[in-house]
């Protein structure tokens, strides 16, 4: 898979990795050699979204992409 700035993905909850629904909406904000910089989807009534990132190997292994959905 191959990770792009600007793209939404779907991370799944750890505490319910089965169930989906439970899942976070991120958008992709910057990418380096060995991490992935990302926010999470607004909560309703905020301007923006929490600021977290993960080894580029995690978000490989845990994000789906959300098709059809671009910045």
């Known amino acids: 898979m191959k990770i792009q700035i600007g793209t939404w993905y779907i991370l799944p909850n750890t505490l319910r990795p089965e169930d989906r629904t439970l899942g ?11 991490t992935v910089h990302f926010e999470t989807e607004p909560a ?3 301007a923006k979204g929490t ?3 993960l080894s580029r190997v995690a978000f ?9 959905v671009q910045l």
């Open 24 to 34: 976070y909406r991120v958008v992709v904000t910057d990418i380096d050699r060995k």
């Open 44 to 46: 309703p009534g905020w």
């Open 51 to 53: 600021p977290l990132s």
């Open 60 to 68: 490989r292994k845990l994000a789906t992409p959300e098709r059809g």
